[in-house]
């Protein structure tokens, strides 16, 4: 299910409404029946893979904290995802090849045994190896579904190249919506937990609400543990300014993503389907269209579901934070995705050292964590290079004088230094919307092509992505000072309810155009 | 609590307020405005004496009235087209220039343009239907095939206006419905065909005029033929003389002016109270024809209205006084 999917709002509320209506065990079970609904409705076949990964995650993290499951417990649940697609093969509900479910079921048998078998080390090397066991099967998971395509054809490209190419292997895999985020949630989750930030949480159904979370799951922003899983066990007490926050963060979102994002992806869409026949001022709008397309979809996406979680007294994470405003490199992480960045800093950056050795070995770390953040993304070398690209930018801010001196820039030089970080954003723009690297240089040349006139077409497009871009900007004047970007409270009732107003009638008059969120296939 | 409740409340209100004013203090600008010219009143306010034209309910006509019933001894003449006959203005079109030349030939005659841009043979005819109410006694028809596409987008947006599917739910108020409008008309509908095909619903001014040039041109001119027969049974049937103008225009690179076949066609159909005009056969007595259209040679200059006029004369006396008194 989608949020701009026009049945959403009744979903969302009818869900709430009852979720208000019950006592703390039956919530539990209400968010997690709704959030599977949720998922389900996209694929039935694949709640078997979030069921998979919270099963894991809830046997590791317990067995981490000491608490040894009933043998009947744990063979039920290895098995459960197994269980659920054989009754979907059975009942003619989904399609499926028969080896799948004999795979699915042979893991959850393995992973009985292996649970078991490790049940009986030393506490120490127990906790170590039921944490590497939770963080192999994640990642084997989203590296089967995600990546498995990508390396086969890179090492066929490289067997090509070496003159031994064969026969190719056409290898297609349905991405699952959500993968990259809720296995990267569940991954944290049991690092925290062995490194004992937070217990492991002794109920099922709580714990399985956590990872899949339905305002959350999809497209994240990525929680962790000791931020929503202790939400969830809280028995919440109903609160109108809660509602209330929810809704506008839900309107301002539907702003961001219908009105903003879906009808900048027209002029993006167009101009990147064909570099090749552009020239400099349509490739000039077509990188800006993108930068607020994504920022207005992504950040919309964040929006909503922080709003519909709000709905139910659940607070989740900022995401954004004016990300165009950075002046350097690493601000620009520090406003951006900032549930991914701070993943990625806590859980490989630091890990390796961060900038605790030198300089060269901090390069060394950012490369790395910026190639994985690049590759969690998607797996084509683009991602990669775009990861390269911002690990470039975060090592030249800081070995190069001017740029170090621009990040800490004052007065209008501060104006300067966020211009040039916003130029340089759009360059990795450039490389993110472009699906391989033919189709990048083709993006590259088309700059070099000046025409002769400015054409009238230009200008139409101009004037269509400035009607949608200059009332976001617009709103981002407004909260400029607030800490959420999509904060009015500030504001007078009237103007803010004119604000509202406002909004809303931009986002009826554009719902037409449906355009599916870019970072659900992330 | 109560600051933030204040807000969303201030919000319902004015949102709530802006519909409310637009279907009662705006309602003549509303009412069929998304039917897009298939609203058979749209533009026609009738009063207790009198009827007003309006540029209202999405139908642009020239503010013109009309007495109701019609005075005794009075002639009334319709002229029911497109953007041609509309004209720049009421007084620039040759609907009303031939309205002043018979007054100034002592007629008693009120001569009315209810041209409105964009029409087709459809629109058109929804729009004869309201004016047989009006006890006209002669319409001037005046004919062009190049407008079937706009009469098919916009009654395939009336179709969708109309849905009670759930996307649709919103555009039921004015307020959004129009906003909606605007955004389409004045800034997505001026994007290049190229990029209003990158969005894949509610396209239909591209593909439909991207069809125009190809078989589905052929159809819509065939279309064309037959429902402008139909509308001639029409008024056959209720005893109205009309006279058939067909549109002229300059094709690209070339000086004389083309009618692109109908005048022999409509020759043939002049029985039974049709008269037919020719713009080509009364430009064409002229010694500069090009001087007569707008750059885009489809459309006609004010002075190209007054030899219009001059030229429909005799015939609209023929037509419409053969046998009568002054």
Known sequence: MSFTAWYYPFFLFGVAALYWGLGHRARTWLLLAASYVFYGAWDWRFLSLIAASTLVDYFCTNAMDGRLLRRLSALAGSLAPAVWLGGLSAFDLARFDPLILQAAGISGLVFFFLYEALWHLEEGRRRKAFLLLSIVTNLVTLGFFKYFGFFVDSAQDLLVLAGLGGDSLVVEILLPVGISFYTFQSISFAVDVYYKRIHACGDLPTFAAFIAFFPQLVAGPIERGRQLLTQLEQHHVFDMANVHAGLRLILVGYFKKVFVANNCALIANYVFSSPGSMDIYWMTLGVLAFAFQIYGDFSGYTDIARGSALLFGVRLERNFAFPYLARSPSDFWARWHITLSTWIRDYLYIPLGGNRHGTLMTVRNLYIAMLLAGLWHGATWMFVLWGFYHATLLALYRVVPFLHHMEHAHGHRVWMSRVLMFLFTLGGWLIFRSPDWSHFLETLQAFTVWPSEFSRDVGHALGWLAFHVLPLLVLQYVTRKAQDESSLDHRMWALRGLDYAVMFLLVASSAVIDVEFIYFQF | ?326
Not at chain 2, 105 to 124: A, I, M, Q, T
Request: charge should be positive; charged fraction near 30%; include cysteine.
């Open chain 2, 1 to 326: 609590m109560r600051y933030i409740t204040k807000a969303f409340l201030f919000a319902a209100a004015l949102l709530l307020g802006l519909e409310g004013l637009a279907r009662l203090a705006f309602e003549d600008t509303f009412v069929g405005r998304f039917d897009y010219g298939y609203h058979p009143t749209a533009g026609f306010v009738e009063k207790a004496d009198h009827v007003e034209l309006r540029s209202a309910g999405g139908r642009r006509f020239w503010p013109q009235s009309f007495a109701r019933p019609k005075p005794k001894g009075r002639y009334r003449i319709f002229t029911v087209g497109d953007s041609v006959a509309r004209g720049r203005s009421l007084e620039q079109a040759y609907p009303y220039l031939l309205g002043e030349m018979l007054k100034a030939k002592g007629y008693d005659v009120e001569s009315l343009n209810l041209s409105v841009s964009g029409y087709g043979v459809r629109r058109r005819l929804v729009v004869l239907e309201q004016v047989l109410k009006y006890e006209p006694d002669l319409i001037i028809l005046h004919l062009n095939h190049s407008n079937e596409y706009e009469d098919e987008r916009e009654w395939r947006r009336a179709q969708e206006a109309k849905s009670w599917y759930p996307d649709q739910w919103l555009r039921k108020s004015y307020i959004i419905a129009r906003l909606d409008e605007a955004k389409t008309e004045r800034l997505f509908w001026k994007l290049p065909a190229d990029i209003r095909a990158t969005r894949e619903v509610r396209d239909h001014d591209a593909e439909l005029a991207a069809a125009e040039h190809g078989e589905q041109g052929k159809v819509w001119e065939q279309f064309f033929r037959t429902q402008t027969l139909k509308t001639l049974e029409l008024l056959r049937a209720h005893q109205i003389p009309v006279v058939l103008l067909t549109k002229g225009w300059i094709e690209e690179g070339k000086q004389e002016i083309s009618d692109g076949g109908y005048d022999l066609y409509f020759k043939q159909h002049q029985e039974g109270g049709v008269c037919t005009a020719s713009t080509r056969e009364i430009f064409e007595l002229e010694s500069n024809i090009p001087q007569l259209f707008n750059k885009d040679r489809v459309h006609i200059k004010p002075s190209g209205h007054v030899i219009l006029a001059k030229g429909l004369l005799p015939k609209v006396e023929r037509c419409l006084f053969a046998g009568k008194a002054k």
